[in-house]
């Protein structure tokens, strides 16, 4: 691990994936440093890599620690939302009916089934993505992981006026060309199936960013 390539991960103008802190910070302390207050942590990455986290890596590094410590980030969506939107570097406010966005929900669900691939996202938690999904004009859920998918879309059925609408939006998502910047036409399946494939693009590109982000810092899953 080459710690002066390391420091750019501090920088907020790197914006370093979640995931990525984390083995940066697992590899560097160990698995110890999830029970350190923040103060300590912060310390020990000046110490290290002659850095500072900013406060967008600082609430990111949080939500993962509260995502490994705190199964409830896993089944009550109080927790999950606010952490959801923690993920992406801004501050979490908990006890307030904050709605992430799909791409906020959808990056979190892919976050914690990497940082514990055992535990799944409950029903209650899928209900919470499926009314931000729903809130933000989306019929149909896909890129997510297939398990969180079947969920979310379960319920975001229940939500939908017309209960034709999430099928024929599936069957017109893989016809969708995501380069451009607009919907084939302005018909309501075919605006809802351009904003799914835009999500699944989205998602996709998360997920690549982490092993793009190992690469350039001289880190390895191995």
């Known amino acids: 691990m080459k710690r002066e390539a390391i420091r750019k991960a501090f920088e907020v103008e790197f914006d370093t994936h979640p995931l990525v ?9 160990g698995s110890e440093y999830v029970d350190w207050e923040m103060s300590t942590v912060n310390a020990e990455i000046r110490l290290t890599f002659k850095s500072t986290a ?21 089944t009550a969506w109080q927790v999950f939302t606010p952490i959801a939107v923690s993920f992406s570097g801004d501050s979490p406010v908990f ?9 906020e929900c959808g990056v979190a669900a892919l976050i914690l089934k990497g940082l514990n691939p055992r535990l799944s996202l409950s ?4 209900k919470a993505i499926a009314a931000c999904l729903v809130y933000e004009g989306l019929s149909y859920c ?12 379960h319920y975001i059925q229940k939500l939908l006026p017309d209960s034709t609408l999430q099928q024929k939006v599936k069957v017109a998502v893989p016809k969708v060309l995501v380069r451009s910047n ?4 302005n018909d309501d399946v075919s605006v809802q199936a351009y904003k ?6 989205a998602l996709a590109s998360d997920v ?8 350039m810092l001289g880190l390895s899953l191995g």
């Open 142 to 153: 896909e890129g997510m992981g297939s398990g969180v998918d079947k969920k979310v879309n």
């Open 95 to 103: 006890n307030s009916a904050i709605v992430p966005t799909p791409i």
């Open 123 to 126: 029903n209650e938690v899928a």
């Open 54 to 74: 900013n406060l967008s890596v600082y609430n990111k590094i949080q939500a993962v620690r509260t995502a490994l410590v705190n199964p409830e980030v896993y």
């Open 196 to 201: 799914t494939a835009k999500l699944k693009q």
């Open 21 to 29: 802190l984390h083995y940066i910070l697992l590899r560097s302390f």
């Open 208 to 215: 690549a960013s982490v092993s793009s982000q190992m690469k």
């Open 182 to 185: 607009k919907p084939v036409a």
